[in-house]
């Protein structure tokens, strides 16, 4: 049985200060009062680090529906992805088996606050979350860009074009690309889609003419699907960072998360975990 409490080095762990009492005499003279603390271990704070080498347990949020970061695949019920590869890293460094909780966009929030200690999957750093999680570092620079079939890349490569009536723009409900396609394409037709592992087959099959997702996203489904390609993916329209929400307040975990993703972009952990899906 592996002893837990070696995995946490002491110094990560934020140890309260123990007070001192102080007794005052009626004549004014003070002396120091007996410490009921003394000779007692002081106890940590509260934080996920604690807590996780604790139980054993890394829980993590994710949608399984957003590849190449995260895809539960509904026949096997097996997870993949450059996040769900880097959650099982980040889980083992801290002695623990990773436990994916299953979410949806539009509930990735209240059930990240609700279940778990991390949510990873392609989450972009959006102000409105930041007022209730922490993010980690960021893990990807990038932005939003187009992707429709190949032969109508130079219809729909400007916000101009595609915010048209006529031009019928399909997004996933929730997240960051529904609330761009709304911010951008109000003269157009949004088809709101619920499924997002299908949602490009819309595109192939005539039933929507243009997707505006992260450029990462475009580059992987231009791969797996030779009808689409990706418009100047390396000129989004917007910038935009990838990120690992993490619990508001909760420092030491914060700061043990950055630090391991530091490690795992300068010792190629986290180039090993990408290549089989960029290459």
């Not at 007996?34 to 007692?40: L, M, N």
């Not at 934080?47 to 590849?67: E, H, I, M, N, Q």
């Not at 088996?97 to 990873?120: G, H, N, R, Y």
């Not at 087959?201 to 689409?228: C, K």
Request: proline content about 6%; charged content about 25%; hydrophobic content about 35%.
């Amino acid at each position: 049985m592996t002893d837990r409490s070696k995995k946490i080095p002491s110094f990560i762990r934020r140890m309260p200060l123990l007070a001192l009492g102080v007794a005052v005499s009626v004549s004014g003279c003070s002396a120091p009062a007996p410490d009921p603390g003394a000779g007692q271990e002081p106890e940590a704070t509260d934080t996920r680090l604690a807590a996780v080498s604790d139980s054993g347990t890394l829980k993590v949020c994710t949608t399984g529906d957003y590849r190449p970061f995260t895809y539960l695949d509904p026949d096997t019920g097996q997870w993949s992805g450059i996040d769900i590869t880097m959650a099982k890293n980040l889980a083992e460094s801290m002695g623990a088996e990773p436990e994916f909780v299953q979410t949806s966009w539009k509930d990735l929030m209240p059930d990240f606050l609700s279940e778990c200690d991390i949510a990873v999957g392609g989450v972009s750093i959006s102000m409105e979350r930041a007022q209730q999680a922490y993010y980690s570092e960021a893990t990807l620079d990038e932005g939003k860009t187009p992707i429709t079939l190949c032969e109508n890349v130079e219809k729909y490569d400007t916000v101009k074009e595609i915010n048209q009536p006529g031009v019928r723009s399909i997004t996933p409900i929730g997240g960051t690309n529904e609330k761009f396609a709304d911010a951008n394409y109000r003269k157009g037709e949004i088809i709101r889609f619920e499924d997002n592992n299908k949602i490009f087959d819309e595109i192939i099959a005539g039933r929507a003419d243009v997707m505006t997702t992260d450029a990462s996203e475009t580059r992987w489904v231009a791969n797996e699907h030779p009808e689409l390609c990706a418009v100047h993916p390396d000129q989004p329209f917007n910038f935009s960072q990838k990120a690992y929400l993490l619990p508001l307040g909760d420092d030491e975990f914060q700061e043990y998360v950055n630090q391991w993703l530091n490690m795992a972009k300068n010792d190629g952990t986290l180039a090993a975990a990408e290549k089989p899906w960029f290459g």
